[in-house]
């Protein structure tokens, strides 16, 4: 058992580079190997039963730092140390046998961790049961489907008795109900007072589970601190770069049609202002059908807030070389904060798919006439334009509420 005078985890400047086959010359000779920093002078501490969340971009360091945390791969300089036993979930298979059977893995797994065979017993029951995998318990591993995988592995590594949790994004390969079971039990793991470590990329989750946020950008660390602070710092970092290439092509989508550039009229806007977007769209190969556009309003906690289709307004385009187009938006009441724009192009698939086309800020000016404490506002997405009309019931003055016990 880990003394709770040491910090769970602590990375001390972590780095780990590989060096990867560098281009042709010509076709028989290729260039010297070039260098790829993966994770850079990367330091922190986390106390025991600590929730922390790790976010960042594809190819951010996120699941690299886990592998060295799990001494799956060594750190080419810095140190890392955990105190307690560590259960982890990283990517589907790890830490399983494919050749052993459901049953058999889950007792090898709890022995790895040092647990005794009757501690693993007094857990059995429990884990088969949320894996609700009964069927096949008995079946080779190797044998299941990705999602039965991750759910055995899953109820595995929350039900074993490590002090400290390390789970990567391998939730997204099971349905959305396991998905909501999965963070039922992260919380309930949290609450024990166990230490998590959570990668994802989905950021209500994060936000729901962590008090604490790592975020990662190109290996190094560019942010240890409050959740929400965190979001908006990654979700800031993620937007510069798209804005910078929204012709370089690589998006998903057939390509025959491109959003080439995309701003928003003003940076700033009041919560009830009309919000206009300016967009164009090249046809990069020809394409002479009818499309339709649609259009997301996504906050700093990556919830979609509004989706804007122009099929509902029956509006499809004609394709041409070039068309310049304006989106205009006043309800809902955004509330402060930064959001982003994604557009998306679409005929019978998706010609383009430009997310983080563009960003601007809601400025902290409310849309109302009357004045009221924070718990007046705290619940919510966005603000309402609403009224409140009383039938029978005769207007009181305005006035302060007694604090309540």
Not at 253 to 270: K, P, T
Request: proline fraction near 4%; aromatic fraction near 8%.
């Amino acid at each position: 058992m880990y003394s709770s005078t040491l910090p769970a985890i602590e990375a001390r400047g972590l780095g780990k580079h590989y060096f990867i086959s560098g281009p042709k010359d010509n076709w028989w000779r290729r260039l010297p190997k070039q260098r790829f920093q993966a994770l850079e002078d990367v330091s922190f501490a986390i106390r025991p039963g600590e929730v922390v969340g790790i976010i960042g971009r594809n190819g951010a360091g996120k699941s690299t730092l886990l592998k060295i945390l799990t001494q799956i791969t060594a750190p080419s300089h810095g140190e890392a140390d955990l105190h307690g036993r560590v259960g982890s979930l990283l990517e589907v298979g790890t830490g399983f046998h494919p050749e052993l059977t459901g049953r058999e893995n889950i007792f090898l797994n709890g022995s790895i961790l040092g647990m005794r065979r009757a501690e693993i017993r007094s857990a059995f029951d429990a884990i088969v049961a949320f894996a609700g995998v009964e069927k096949f318990l008995d079946t080779p591993v190797k044998r299941y489907s990705s999602g039965m995988y991750v759910r055995l592995a899953f109820a595995v590594a929350a039900h074993l008795k490590s002090e400290i949790l390390l789970i990567d994004e391998v939730l997204a390969v099971g349905d959305s109900e396991f998905q909501k079971r999965c963070l039922g039990k992260i919380r309930d793991v949290a609450d024990s007072g166990r230490t998590i470590l959570f990668v994802s990329h989905h950021l209500q989750s994060v936000a729901a589970l962590c008090s604490r946020l790592l975020v990662l950008e190109g290996g190094r660390l560019i942010h240890d601190g409050g959740v929400q602070r965190g979001i908006e710092c990654y979700m800031s970092s993620l937007a510069k770069p798209m804005q910078k290439d929204l012709t370089a092509g690589r998006r998903p989508g057939s390509g025959e049609m491109r959003v080439s550039s995309a701003s928003s009229a003003q940076s700033l806007y009041e919560c009830a202002e009309a919000k206009r977007i300016l967009f164009t769209i090249q046809n990069q190969k020809g394409f002479c059908g009818p499309f339709f556009l649609s259009i997301h309003l996504v906050d700093a906690t990556g919830n979609i807030i509004t989706q804007c289709d122009s099929r509902l307004l029956g509006q499809w385009f004609q394709a041409g070389p070039c068309m310049d187009f304006e989106f205009k938006i006043q309800t809902p009441w955004l509330k402060p904060g930064e959001y982003r724009v994604d557009i998306y192009v679409c005929a019978s698939g998706f010609l383009d798919q430009c997310e983080h086309a563009c960003v601007f800020e809601v400025l902290p000016m409310l849309p109302y006439p009357g004045a009221a404490g924070n718990e007046a506002l705290a619940h919510g997405v966005v603000f309402g334009d609403f009224e409140i009309k009383s039938l029978n019931a005769t207007m009181a003055h305005n006035q302060e509420l007694p604090p309540s016990n």
